[in-house]
Nanobody
Framework: QVQLVESGGGLVQAGGSLRLSCAAS????????MGWFRQAPGKEREFVAA????????YYAESVKGRFTISRDNAKNTVYLQMNSLRAEDTDVYHC?????????????????WGQGTQVTVSS
């Protein structure tokens, strides 16, 4: 069982930055690949970024490539999403998720555990 708690969301002006964190419980964090997705009420869930368990591979949605960076610290059981050059269209609820698989990480169905989410609002 893995419990995930996101933090770091908030209100920021367009062009600004935020750093999201996702703290995981449990001793097996390092054996899970981790991902970030975003979803507003009534909208479809959208893949944002993912990182393999060993942090050797990262994946990004085209819409955030070059602006967002995913990283992890297995010693702290935490995954991060550094978001720069934020745009109004990045406004959403951001969820982290944990996958026991190390492939197909762009697909939400690969993930077994999800956090409650943190709101990111970008004002234009």
């Amino acid at each position: 069982q893995v419990q995930l708690v996101e933090s770091g969301g908030g209100l920021v002006q367009a062009g600004g930055s935020l750093r999201l964190s996702c703290a995981a419980s449990g001793r097996t964090f390092s054996s899970y690949a981790m991902g970030w997705f975003r979803q507003a009420p009534g909208k479809e869930r959208e893949f944002v970024a993912a990182i393999s368990w060993s942090a050797t591979r990262t994946y990004y949605a085209e819409s955030v490539k070059g602006r967002f960076t995913i990283s992890r610290d297995n010693a702290k059981n935490t995954v991060y999403l550094q978001m720069n050059s934020l745009r109004a269209e990045d406004t959403d609820v951001y969820h982290c998720a944990a996958s026991p698989l190390d492939y197909g990480l762009r697909y939400g169905g690969r993930y077994a555990y999800w956090g409650q989410g943190t709101q990111v609002t970008v004002s234009s």
